[in-house]
């Protein structure tokens, strides 16, 4: 089974528009991290927000914020007032284990291509 | 605060020729990874460090792929010879680790293989 899940190849969304990227997980662990990536074109692989399976509440950070719902393993992110800038790729990725098991692996989905039309 | 850098940024190189890709953590960051990322088979982790000392290895595909890391602020990945089907971009990140923390990648190098 796949350990991150993100079922939308592509989206289409209009600029200033809220936008919702899915991602579900797979994991047996109770302590693990989640974490959201964006590619822009030019390939850099850019760090937007984290939520620890502990942490009670959603992340946000800026126009970011994670849709974590615990029980259905899902992980989603909303971007609030899209840009054209936030076209990109957008990865999500899962750590495994607790803080101090020193378990440092990312496992990533395959990806969300996001456009934003002006 | 300069970030992760990986040299070079485009590598094309026939196929047989050894191929030597470089990186500079951030400095600070006890984790290094090397990652390597195509279409067919997305970001994969290949190795990674921690404090210098490789802890897990299992993506590097075969034995023509070797990485070393001799001191913090430095670490090569090599693939000799390299083939075609290496071709792909391939990059490094750091991190401090204690879970939280997120890597922080470069740029990349994209490596081609005729």
């Known amino acids: 089974a796949q350990k991150i899940t993100q079922t939308q190849p592509g989206m289409f969304v209009q600029e200033k528009e809220a936008v919702t990227l899915d991602c579900t997980y797979d994991?047996?662990?109770?302590?693990?991290?989640l974490f959201w990536y964006k590619q822009p074109s030019s390939g850099e692989m850019i760090f937007l927000i984290y939520q620890g399976s502990y942490d009670e509440q959603n992340a946000t950070e800026g126009r970011y914020s994670l849709n974590f719902q615990k029980a259905r393993k899902s992980a989603n992110l909303v971007i609030s007032a899209s840009q054209l800038g936030d076209s990109a790729m957008y990865f999500c990725?899962?750590?495994?284990?607790?803080?101090?098991?020193?378990?440092?692996?990312?496992?990533f989905g395959t990806g969300t291509r996001l456009t934003i039309i002006p | 605060d300069a970030g992760v850098i990986q040299s070079p940024r485009h590598e094309v190189t026939e196929m047989g020729q050894e191929v030597t890709l470089r990186c500079k953590p951030i400095s600070g960051h006890d984790y290094l990874f090397w990652y390597r990322q195509t279409m067919m088979r997305g970001l994969e982790l290949l190795i990674y460090?921690?404090?210098?000392?490789?802890?897990?290895d299992s993506g590097m595909p075969e034995d023509r792929f070797s990485a070393k890391m001799p001191n913090a602020s430095f670490s090569t990945l090599k693939i000799q010879p390299s083939e075609p089907r290496d071709s792909a971009v391939y990059f490094c990140?750091?991190?401090?680790?204690?879970?939280?923390?997120?890597?922080?990648f470069g740029d990349g190098t994209r490596l081609s293989i005729l």
């Open positions: 990725a899962m750590r495994e284990g607790g803080t101090n098991f020193g378990n440092e692996k990312l496992t």
């Open positions: 460090f921690n404090n210098n000392v490789p802890i897990d």
């Open positions: 990140a750091s991190s401090q680790g204690r879970g939280n923390q997120p890597q922080h």
């Open positions: 994991t047996s662990d109770q302590s693990y991290g």
